[in-house]
T-cell receptor
Framework: DTEVTQTPKHLVMGMTNKKSLKCEQH?????MYWYKQKAKKPPELMFVYSYEKLSINESVPSRFSPECPNSSLLNLHLHALQPEDSALYLC?????????????FGPGTRLTVT | AQKITQTQPGMFVQEKEAVTLDCTYDTSDQSYGLFWYKQPSSGEMIFLIY??????QNATEGRYSLNFQKARKSANLVISASQLGDSAMYFC???????????????FGKGITLSVRP
């Protein structure tokens, strides 16, 4: 089973709200990723967790706060977002962060910031 | 310089015909991996096929095959017997081997939109 699940599918939030995106995988993968994708553009890497530790932060603004409670779960906490943060947020996982292991993506959360 | 180049703005193919989606890459590493992903309008990125730089054979996965020409630094995706469900955006991506630790990243091309006509 190569399934990565994400909740919610859609999220509308105001600029003063606090919300969280959730991602889960049960493939035993040790690396998990957050990507941001604007329409008609490739995904942009935000964060990488390897063995539950943050290994890459692509200079993401602090209004995005990742959390990896255990090897199967990945959260993205959102606070005081801007309208330009509206995008598709994709979670992915791979067997390991290094090497050439393919990444499996979830269906994404479509975020709209009003 | 772009590491992954996908220049075809949009492709059209008749159902049941084959189509080739182009991808060229730029790297000075000897060890690297090339990936193709499909993204339908629903948004999910679906892994299709992988080719390692040291693989002697072109990768194949069902109706997908990768035409890997190392000297030309190209990794074109060939989809045989196109189906209506193949209509999607297709991304070529590369992972370079110089840094295969936790900090290596997947670099995506800009993507190609494929439309399959009935």
């Amino acid at each position: 089973d190569t399934e990565v699940t994400q909740t919610p599918k859609h999220l509308v939030m105001g600029m003063t709200n606090k919300k969280s995106l959730k991602c889960e995988q049960h493939m035993g993968h040790r690396a998990m990723y957050w990507y941001k994708q604007k329409a008609k553009k490739p995904p942009e890497l935000m964060f990488v967790y390897s063995y539950e530790k943050l290994s890459i932060n692509e200079s993401v603004p602090s209004r995005f706060s990742p959390e990896c409670p255990n090897s199967s779960l990945l959260n993205l906490h959102l606070h005081a977002l801007q309208p330009e943060d509206s995008a598709l947020y994709l979670c992915a996982s791979s067997y390991q962060a290094g090497g050439f292991a393919e990444q499996y993506f979830g269906p994404g959360t479509r975020l709209t910031v009003t | 310089a772009q590491k992954i180049t996908q220049t075809q703005p949009g492709m059209f193919v008749q159902e049941k015909e084959a189509v080739t989606l182009d991808c060229t890459y730029d790297t000075s590493d000897q060890s690297y991996g090339l990936f193709w992903y499909k993204q339908p309008s629903s948004g999910e990125m679906i892994f299709l096929i992988y080719q390692g730089s040291y693989d002697e054979q072109n990768a194949t996965e069902g109706r997908y095959s990768l035409n890997f020409q190392k000297a030309r630094k190209s990794a074109n995706l060939v989809i045989s017997a196109s189906q209506l469900g193949d209509s999607a955006m297709y991304f070529c991506a590369m992972r370079e081997g110089q840094n295969t630790g936790a900090n290596s990243k997947l670099t995506f091309g800009k993507g190609i939109t494929l439309s399959v006509r009935p």
